[in-house]
């Protein structure tokens, strides 16, 4: 468990990976593009435009907390999308961080040829993710990819070798 010096807490307190390292963008949750025009997003999540890009690191944005939590890609393990319940991403570098991102629409493409899950994060194009505000949801279209909410914590390998089941 996370013992206050852990990988979770130290990413809170910004000693480990604190920036998404693709553009300025990254920073804006309400961002469109970017100033050199290599990044895009939509109300949940932004993304690298190029479809050879990556990013170094993904973001999460979450209101309920008024946090943000910087996690390497090159920690990403396991991942699962379910629609029912959300989607699981397994980081594992000193600690195993379990981030589930829960809402709806989760599998819909929100620009032209990327949708969250498979080629945002799988192919690690997407920079950051954050929570929407409920207000701001219920002004959004039906059919709009919406997070409305990101859980980070730490888990024991056991819990870790569930996601994998």
Partial sequence: MDNGGGVLEQLRRGRVGTASGASSAAGDPNA???????ESAGPSFGYLRGARDRALHVTFRR???????????SWLGPARFHPSR??????????????TLRGRNLGTAAGVGID???????????TWVREVPAAES???????CVVDRIEVRV???????????
Avoid: K
């Fill in 155 to 165: 888990v024991t390998p056991e819990e870790a070798a569930e996601l994998v089941s």
């Fill in 138 to 144: 219920r002004a959004l279209p039906e059919t709009a």
């Fill in 116 to 126: 969250l899950f498979e080629s945002g994060l799988l192919r690690h194009r997407v």
């Fill in 86 to 99: 959300g989607i699981e991403l397994l980081f594992v570098g000193g600690e195993y961080v379990l981030v």
């Fill in 32 to 38: 469109r593009s970017s100033e050199e025009g290599d």
């Fill in 63 to 73: 209101e309920r907390c008024g946090d943000a939590v910087a996690l390497p890609y």
